[in-house]
């Protein structure tokens, strides 16, 4: 059974840091590229940030230079380090694993930021 379990996320002041993990099981987590996504209410689903099975990795330009994204391959978990955070990035995050024709989503943790 495949399963994608988020955490860390939470109420944070602006300026303030949180550190994203989705822990994996079920997948051979090394050869899949892993993607974090966001959705704050009312708005569509916007990627944030991805790395490849190889370690590369982009992201979105609202949070280049403030986000790092980062896979663990011997614990099949990628981790979202948020910096420099906003209200603009309240949100929903929710992870995904993917391959071609292949597609796996986490439940998605809350991330509030807000004084």
């Known amino acids: 059974q495949v399963q994608l379990v988020e955490s860390g996320g939470g109420l944070v002041q602006p300026g303030g840091s949180l550190r994203l993990s989705c822990a994996t099981s079920g997948i051979g987590f090394d050869i899949y590229a892993m993607r974090w996504y966001r959705q704050a209410p009312g708005k569509q689903r916007e990627l944030v940030a991805s790395i490849t099975s190889g370690g590369s990795t982009n992201y979105v330009d609202s949070v280049d230079g403030r986000f790092t994204i980062s896979r663990d391959n011997a614990k099949s978990t990628v981790y979202l380090q948020m910096n420099s955070l906003s209200p603009e990035d309240t949100a929903a995050y929710y992870c995904?694993?993917?391959?071609?024709?292949?597609?796996?989503w986490g439940q998605g943790t809350q991330v509030t930021v807000s004084s």
């Open positions: 995904n694993a993917s391959l071609p024709g292949l597609d796996y």
